[in-house]
């Protein structure tokens, strides 16, 4: 049995600050032919795809920052990109700044059906950074300040003849996100990021650990739910600050089957059987037959460490 999804990984490099959604749109969609060309059903963007890093950029009046978010999806501004993938017959997923009506703030991701239909939001829940301007880093980074966490859970959906989940981005190093979705039975995750190539706390820490801690978290998390995992990055120099590139694909064995060099706007295309979910879930990962929930108590009761007396 075999059941192919073939997914394009669209890495964007970098998008500076003065440029417009529209030029960026354009952007994609000339990724999108290009995984059309290649023979992809569903194509992946990264994190907050539509602009520059904007969390890097302190603002004293937060209301600023609304000029970054979406107030809607799809807006005049995105329809080209939905035209362009109805008219492919392609899925997409995708993330954005999502400004809902009643006022909130939430880092999102979308999965678009082959119809053109939105199927699945997704609302970053793992926000990392700080809420108030911090001298001593590097660089800021102030998700928590222009993001609440996600209130949707991490749900799967039935699409595209599998079942799909997303998360974005810090989420990717948690266990807890892909099991989540395990428990659903989830057969691929797809996640965008923008990691910064330096650790703003820790000047020894550069590139190479920052790619190693990304691909130990989606391998890791793909072998232990036995699911693929499509990793889409925003990479290079932002106005001056760097973010890695390390987009991948992985397979439900925790291997990475492709991997794009650079920085650049870029895809890596795979025909990804679903299927091969299947023995790690029925085998080693048959949660039904191997899980303790008795001794996991913990991890929903306490948020913190609690050492012992
Ligand atoms: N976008 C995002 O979540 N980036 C984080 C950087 C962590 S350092 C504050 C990441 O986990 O890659």
């Known amino acids: 049995m075999s ?8 890495q964007l490099g970098p998008i500076q600050k003065a440029e417009t959604r529209r030029e960026v749109v354009a952007r994609m969609v000339a990724l999108m032919d ?29 209301a600023e920052a609304d000029a970054w978010f979406e107030a809607s999806m799809p807006n005049p501004e995105v329809q080209p990109l939905f035209d362009r993938a109805l008219a492919h017959g392609m899925g997409m997923s995708f993330g954005y700044a999502e400004l809902t009506p009643d006022g909130q703030h939430f880092n999102s991701s979308i999965i678009v059906d082959k119809s053109g239909a939105i199927v699945g939001k997704y ?5 990392p950074g700080h809420v108030e301007y911090d001298p001593d880093r590097t660089h800021q980074h102030l998700e928590k300040r222009y993001f609440e966490p996600g209130d949707l859970g991490f749900p799967v959906w039935r699409t595209m003849g599998g079942l799909l989940g997303m998360c974005i981005c810090n989420d990717r190093r948690w266990p807890e996100t892909y099991r989540v979705m395990g428990l659903q039975g989830v057969e691929m995750v797809v996640l965008g990021f923008n990691t910064p190539s330096v650790n703003s706390q820790k000047g020894g820490e550069g590139l190479a650990q920052r790619l190693f801690h990304h691909r130990l978290s989606v ?16 990479a290079g120099d932002e106005d001056g600050h760097h973010l ?40 080693i990962f048959d949660f039904k037959r191997h899980r303790r929930i008795e001794h996991y108590g913990k991890i929903t009761a306490q948020v913190g460490v609690v050492e012992p007396e």
């Open 34 to 62: 290009e995984a059309k060309a290649k023979g992809a059903d569903f194509i992946v963007y990264p994190e907050l795809a539509l602009t520059t890093f904007f969390p890097r950029w302190y603002h004293e009046d937060r």
């Open 123 to 127: 609302r970053k829940i793992h926000l």
């Open 244 to 283: 890695m590139g390390g987009t991948l694909i992985v397979n439900p064995d925790g291997e990475i089957v492709a991997e794009l060099e650079g920085e650049a706007d870029g895809i890596i295309v795979v025909p990804c059987d679903l299927d091969d979910t299947r023995f790690g879930k029925e085998t």
């Open 219 to 234: 391998q890791a998390g793909a072998y232990q739910n036995s699911c693929w995992v499509v990793a889409v990055a925003k």
């Open 3 to 10: 059941r192919i999804l073939t997914v394009a990984a669209a």
